[in-house]
């Protein structure tokens, strides 16, 4: 079975500072990455993905991710964040091949706050 | 950009209650999702449903749970006798069959039960 751990609940920041969200997981074989977002009132909307290739993923609104298999780390970061980037974020895996990708299994989300 | 449309946003029921939360996933997409998250809980994924049968489900989904596409555009998850456990928020989700590996979650409904 896989499990996603993120290191941190709540993450204030200030804003154009830079910010990385921390994501671990484990699982004894392949995995495909995701970050998802969740703004107020809205649904979770994918970030980026890692699915093979280049270990640097690069996402929607700014946001990159780098995936580490020796450290199985899927650590997410922007250089420079707004006050828009003020939501909850996702870190989840799931198994490639099929339709296996839509089983997701998420961390337990970590809050990013934006301050002025 | 097309959006998946769960209603009601917030149901209330007693316990031992049936209920039926509803979704709308995208118009062309195929495969569609039931995650839950309980309250400061991690989200949970219950099933997923494609060529209208179930393709896999967790633990979590046990008897008292169905889901259902009743037309060719809803979605429905069924809870028949709800337990005070099942207070959670329900995600609807769906994707299309592309390969693209994306999801698109509805907003949620949060089901209260009494």
């Known amino acids: 079975a896989q499990s996603v751990t993120q290191l941190d609940s709540q993450v204030p920041v200030f804003e154009e500072a830079p910010v990385e969200l921390r994501c671990n997981y484990s699982?004894?074989?392949?995995?495909?990455l995701f970050w998802y977002v969740q703004y107020p009132n809205q649904g979770l909307q994918l970030l980026l993905k890692?699915?093979?290739?280049?270990?640097l993923v690069k996402g929607i609104n700014g946001f990159e991710a780098e995936f580490n298999k020796s450290q199985t780390s899927f650590h997410l970061r922007k250089p420079s964040v707004h006050i828009s980037d003020t939501a909850e974020y996702f870190c989840?895996?799931?198994?490639?091949?099929?339709?296996?990708?839509?089983?997701?299994?998420f961390g337990q989300g970590t809050i990013l706050t934006v301050h002025p | 950009e097309p959006e998946v449309t769960q209603t009601p946003s917030h149901q209330v029921t007693q316990m031992g209650q049936e209920v039926i939360l509803r979704c709308v996933p995208i118009?062309?997409?195929?495969?569609f999702y039931w995650y839950r998250q309980i309250l400061g809980q991690k989200v949970e994924f219950l099933v997923s449903?494609?060529?209208?049968?179930?393709?896999?489900k967790s633990e979590i989904f046990d008897d008292q749970f169905s889901v259902e596409r009743p037309d060719g555009s809803n979605f429905t998850l069924k809870i028949r006798s709800t337990k005070l456990e099942d207070s959670a928020m329900y995600f609807c989700?769906?994707?299309?069959?592309?390969?693209?590996?994306?999801?698109?979650f509805g907003s949620g409904t949060q089901l209260s039960v009494l």
């Open positions: 989700a769906s994707s299309d069959p592309s390969g693209n590996e994306k999801l698109f």
């Open positions: 699982s004894s074989v392949s995995v495909y």
């Open positions: 890692y699915l093979s290739g280049s270990t």
């Open positions: 989840a895996v799931s198994l490639p091949g099929g339709t296996s990708y839509g089983k997701l299994t």
């Open positions: 118009s062309n997409h195929l495969y």
């Open positions: 449903f494609y060529n209208n049968e179930i393709s896999e």
